[in-house]
Structures are given as structure tokens and as C-alpha cells.
């Protein structure tokens, strides 16, 4: 520890010290029970008048679900907090960092945690924020084999009453920890929401991903992204990347946002939603499921839910007869009719990448699978010597 990191904690330790001298703060009290009653003596009083005004049917139900965070740093952090002023049941915490002073530009870490493990330093603070909430906390990486397998367990037992967990959110800065949650949901149909924010501050994102019915995160990786700036530009040696609290709030506000409503069955869920700093610019889409995607997972999670659907009712539709719209002055026969010939209609039919709306671009596309017959005429065509060649052009 340095002596910079020294001397902040023993300020932190003094200022304590003197609060309590001098009377401070009055101490919390554990809360006992939620109350539904809107009364100003419950300090959940205000989530409870959501029922009042009939935008939730019964947010009391917040306390029987169970949320897993992976990764508790700028957006993970405060969307932790934000689910625990909630007072939501249980919350899983994975991370295998530790906070430092680089971290005091974040809404909820404070310089005498420096040193300890972010989800050491994360769980201590909620639990005086709201006793009620059960922690579990985790300081591994999960992309190690065994931390895998243990992260797996978690999300399939660690819900209050020892079952699967509602959701599991990730909250991660690096495509390797992304690609782990990613599996591990495929791998168990958990649904999961990913988040993150550019490199450059000022631009980042949510999504809801259930496996089977909307992409993975191998089906489109990271191809979305709400900047107008090519992120890969962005990295260079010796330079970090810039953090913003306004934009990591923002993110975690509508992640959360997005986390009660489908907790709570209210409102609609995002699939992607966008958030440009720049522009204040919010695109919102949904992508299906690639097919070919290269999780063996999520290609089964594919077939599953398209067999589930095939199950269902089928609704009859009634067929709508539409007029033939008749001129009554069309002296020069004037029709309008589709310029696209078959083959553009075709082209268009079997593009790769998904029709993206306005201010969401693709990173990079996924290889086309290569057709082995093609290969084989080319590899034949290289065989042929540059006499052979030769003799062919003068024949011509």
C-alpha cells in the first residue's frame, strides 16, 4: 500500500472518529419488513405507491427475486445500489478486482475501500444501506474452468430459495468475461441482460438477451454500439480508457429501469437500447438469433423455442379483402410497380446482417461460410502450370 493510499485512510479513520465524538449521524435502523402501506414511517413509501397509481401490479414481489451482478465497477456498482435502495430480495456479486483510487471518479466507491475487493467493498456498503437485502459475493475470475463451473452453479442454485436466479446481468468491461456469462446462460436458458460503455465515455448500452428467442452475444458480438467513433480507433498503447460518472449512471439507470420492469411486469422491455452522450441520441432495436451461430448452445436453445412455438395454437387470421382502388380519370394508364428485379430481392432476402436502425452501426462481420465446391474448382485452377497456361492463351 502507498503512503498516498496510506494517509486517505487514516483521514477516513479520523473523520469517523470525530462524527462519533461529536454525536454524527444518527445510527440505521435494520428494517424488519417491507410494509405495503404508504405511510411516511415506511422507507420504502414511495416503490409502494407504484401499486397505488396502478404501474405495478405488486411491487412487494421485489423481495422474493434474486439478481446476479457480474462485475461491480462503474455500471455494476451502481446498479448493485440501485436494486438495494429497491429492496430486492437477493443480489450475487462477481468480480475478481480490487478497488483503487482510480476508481473515486465512480458514483459509489469511497477512498478508504482502497484495497479491498470490489465485491468485499460493495456488500458492506449496501448491507448498511438496506440490511434487508441478502448478499452473496464472489472475488473470482469467472473465465478461469473451475470458477466457470462454480459461476454456473451459482446462477442454477443461488436464488433465495435455492433454485435458479430470476436474471443475471453483466456489467463487465472485456469481451472474454462477456462471452463467459454468454455461454453460461446459453448453457442454462437463463436470460441475462448486457451492458456497457464505449471507451470513450460519452456513448454505451443495454441488452436483453433470452437464448433461443433474441441474438446471444456470439450470434452479433459486440456489433452495436450507439457511437458515431470507431471504438478500435480508441485503443492505444500506455492510454486508458475515459470513464464518465454521468454516462455509467445513466447506463445503470436504464438497466435497472429495465431490470424492474421485467421483474415487476410493467411497461415494455428493451431488447437494445443506445445512449449517445453526443447527440442525446437513444436508438432501440432488437436482433434475432443467428442460425449459424458458433455457440452449439444457443443453436439448441434455437431449436427449442422454434419447437415451442410450432406447438402453440396457431391463431386464424381473417383475411382482410381489400378493394381494388378504381381512378375515375386515369386517361394515360399510369400504374406504379417495384423497380427491384428478382436477383436484388434475393440479395437483400439472404443478407447476413440485420437491418439496423439509425445511429447503430457493425463493428465487423462474420466471415461468410465458404463453399467447398468453389474451393475445390479454385484449388484445381491453381494446380495448372504457367506453361499450360500459356499455351492456352495463344490457342485463343
Known sequence: MSLEELQLKIKALEEELRQAKHGG???????????????????????????????????????????????????????AEMLTRCGIGKLLLFDYDKVELANMNRLFFQPHQA?????????????????????????????????????????KCGSLTGGPVDLVL???????????????????????????????????HIQFLIPGESACFDCAPPLVVASQIDERTLK????????????????????????????LNFGEVSYYLGYNALLDFFPAMSVK???????????????????????????????????EVVHEDNEWGICLVDEATPEEASSSACASVPSLVQGITV??????????????????????????LMAQMKAL
Request: aromatic share 6%; proline share 4%.
Open 25 to 79: 449521524a444518527a445510527p440505521r435502523q435494520k428494517i424488519t419488513h417491507m410494509s405495503g402501506e404508504v405511510v411516511d414511517t415506511n422507507p420504502y413509501s414511495r416503490l409502494m405507491a407504484l401499486k397505488r397509481m396502478g404501474i405495478v401490479e405488486d411491487y412487494e414481489k421485489i423481495r422474493t427475486h434474486t439478481v446476479a451482478v457480474v462485475g461491480v465497477g462503474g455500471v455494476g456498482s451502481v446498479t
Open 115 to 155: 484495497g479491498l475487493s470490489k465485491v468485499e467493498a460493495a456488500a458492506n456498503t449496501l448491507h448498511f444501506i438496506n440490511p434487508d437485502v441478502t448478499f452473496e459475493s464472489h472475488n473470482y475470475n469467472i473465465t478461469t474452468v473451475d470458477n466457470f463451473d462454480h459461476f454456473i452453479d451459482r446462477i
Open 170 to 204: 453483466s456489467c463487465v468491461d472485456n469481451y472474454e468475461a462477456r462471452m463467459a456469462v454468454n455461454r453460461a446462460c446459453n448453457e442454462l436458458g437463463q436470460s441475462w441482460f448486457e451492458s456497457g460503455v464505449a471507451e470513450n465515455a460519452v456513448s454505451g
Open 236 to 263: 492505444r498503447e500506455g492510454v486508458c480508457a475515459a470513464s464518465l460518472p454521468t454516462t455509467m449512471g445513466i447506463v445503470a439507470g436504464l438497466l435497472v429501469q429495465n431490470v424492474l420492469k421485467f421483474l
Open 289 to 323: 438469433p443467428n442460425p449459424q451461430c458458433e455457440d452449439s448452445w444457443c443453436r439448441r436453445r434455437q431449436a427449442e423455442y422454434a419447437a415451442k412455438k410450432a406447438s402453440e395454437p396457431k391463431i386464424e387470421k381473417q383475411e382482410v379483402k381489400e378493394e
Open 363 to 388: 463493428a465487423y462481420e462474420r466471415p461468410a461460410p465458404v463453399d467447398e465446391a468453389t474451393s475445390k474448382v479454385v484449388d484445381d485452377a491453381d494446380d495448372t502450370s504457367l506453361d499450360d
